[in-house]
């Protein structure tokens, strides 16, 4: 993805007037970009759920190995929603970093 590089360090930025500034373009979208992965982690974050109830509900399967299984699948479970929330946490660190709103001048590069 090929996004603008408007800093809030960038000349003109510290003193401009509110007037004049216009929608920061790498932020909408990072926020766009936000909304798409929040959408599919929530589908990431169910995709173990149906066999996880079947494995940690009534028994479908017994003995040593399916216990094994079902601590297996509930630890990648686990892993799977932490790293799908950690995507979104980066995502929502950078959009707070980044101003919205910049100054025309700044947008335009």
Do not use: C, Y
């Not at 510290?14 to 990072?30: A, I």
């Not at 926020?31 to 149906?50: K, M, N, S, W």
């Not at 003995?63 to 950690?86: I, N, V, Y």
């Amino acid at each position: 993805m090929n996004l603008p590089d408007v800093s809030a360090s960038e000349e003109g930025w510290m003193n401009p007037h509110p007037e004049d500034l216009v929608p920061n373009p790498r932020r909408q979208v990072l926020e766009q970009t936000l909304a798409e992965v929040t959408a599919r982690v929530a589908i990431l974050e169910a995709a173990l759920d149906p066999a996880h109830s079947q494995f940690t509900g009534q028994p479908v399967w017994v003995g040593p190995k399916a216990r094994m299984f079902a601590e297996d699948l509930s630890a990648r479970r686990a892993r799977l929603r932490q790293a799908a929330r950690a995507l979104v946490d980066a995502l929502e660190e950078e959009i707070r970093s980044i101003p919205a709103k910049i100054p025309p001048s700044t947008a335009r590069h």
